[in-house]
């Protein structure tokens, strides 16, 4: 199906749509207090649409005023190892990019509850002398090293006054895919790439990773702009950014290193190298997909209780998928957040349970969400002397 919009990033109108769904939950990082309440959480509607020419995936349903990112927002996965160690990495990469003898005045757009933030000045062992966060659900004012800020607030053009001169490293993470005007977002975040030496750094989603997985549970309504390779490169040259664009997170997550080309001579930004077959690839496919889980898990059903591992945006979508389908229970979501414990998730109402509470519920089956972390899940269901039969999501077999 072919559509005659136009991408946001490149402004052509070679669209496909690729999914399409109604009733989706708004927010999924998210849990609520009372059942009643998680059932009636406000939904809206997906419609999935990629560029053929750049790769640029977006909800073209997406309403930004539904979307409210409080104090109840809640995306910490500190608790997994796999996690930790990605998040050292990719700190590590921040650090190194600063000669040691010189000062990192680094600044976060997006930063959450500045957990990046602080891991940043403390792996850098004093070489980061001030650090400066925005993000409008920030709550943890106490964790904050010192000589470091965070403004509760989204950040835009009236924010560029709160950068200092000497900021050296621009960083925002799992930001870029929740904003809907590309426009406004790139023009904000490169703004302060006019000094010189200034780096930028993005880590964001890749989309391609979900079109070759048929990951439809990555489709959701938080992340209305989602990124290729090809996409954010081409969206960062007509900023005359120059981009290193490298697969991390087990290819799921780009990272993205970027800076200022201050030349006197024709900029020209290449044409984008995009797989025309990806997005017709995920099309014939996903019913295909969806199908082969009600299968499994209505015949895994019938020897006990079926659970999700992760009670995060894979999790929340992964369930959903199966509102309509009757013959597909899952008895709860099992999450290594205890601020997400003994709560439930949005519009289906799921209950999230530590582990030791799934193995109370004698549950049988565990469908594991993301396949990074399916050792570290393993090792743990071992060490509870519990012998569930495991799947896993896009695990590649």
């Known amino acids: 199906m072919t559509d005659t919009i ?6 052509r109108s070679d ?36 560029c053929q020419f750049c790769g640029f995936v977006w909800n073209q349903d997406f309403d ?25 990495s990719m700190a590590d990469r921040i650090i190194a990019s600063v000669p040691p003898e010189e000062p ?29 966060g925005f993000d409008p659900a920030f709550t943890s004012y106490d964790s904050l090293f010192e000589n470091s800020v965070v403004h509760k607030s989204i950040f835009d053009q009236s924010c ?25 977002f790139i023009n904000s975040i490169t703004a302060p790439m006019d000094i010189k030496g200034r780096k930028l750094f993005i880590e964001t989603p890749d989309a391609n990773w979900i079109l070759r997985s048929v990951a439809t549970h990555d489709f959701f309504y938080e992340h209305c702009s989602l990124y290729t390779p090809e996409s954010i490169k081409f ?25 200022r080309q201050f030349t006197t001579g024709l900029h020209k930004i290449s044409t984008p190298l995009v797989d025309q077959h990806l997005a017709e690839h995920y099309v014939k496919s996903r019913s ?6 009600v299968e499994f898990i209505s015949e895994a059903a019938k020897n006990g209780p079926v659970a999700i591992w992760g009670a995060a945006s894979k999790g929340v979508t992964f369930i959903s998928l199966f509102l309509d389908e009757p013959t597909v229970t899952i008895d709860c979501a099992i999450d290594l957040n205890t601020g997400k414990q003994n709560r439930f998730l ?35 269901v071992a060490g509870l002397d519990w012998n569930p039969n495991f799947s896993v999501l896009n695990d590649g077999n």
Request: proline letters at 5%; aromatic letters at 6%.
């Open 6 to 11: 136009t991408c946001p990033v490149c402004k």
């Open 15 to 50: 669209n496909i749509t690729l999914d399409t769904r109604e009733h989706v939950p708004t927010l999924q990082n998210v849990t609520l207090a009372d059942l009643s309440q998680a059932r009636k959480f406000p939904s809206g509607s997906l419609k999935m649409v990629r």
């Open 64 to 88: 930004p005023t539904a979307i409210s990112y409080d104090d109840g927002y809640d995306n910490n996965v500190s608790a997994s190892e796999y996690y930790k160690e990605h998040l050292y």
């Open 104 to 132: 990192i005045h680094y600044v976060e757009i997006g930063c959450g509850q500045a957990d990046f933030l602080n891991l940043v000045v403390e792996r850098s062992g004093g070489q980061v002398v001030s650090a400066i």
């Open 160 to 184: 560029q006054n709160l950068i200092p001169e000497q900021a050296n490293v621009i960083c925002s993470r799992h930001t870029i895919e929740h904003v809907k005007d590309v426009d406004a």
């Open 235 to 259: 969206l960062l040259a007509q900023q005359h950014l120059e981009s290193q664009v490298s697969l991390v997170y087990g290819e799921q997550y780009m990272w993205v290193e970027a800076s």
């Open 288 to 293: 295909d997909h969806l199908k082969t889980w």
């Open 346 to 380: 949005p519009t289906t109402g799921t209950p999230v349970v530590a582990p030791e509470q799934a193995v109370r519920r004698g549950v049988k089956t565990i469908i594991i969400m993301n396949p990074n972390y399916e050792m570290e899940i393993r090792e743990m």
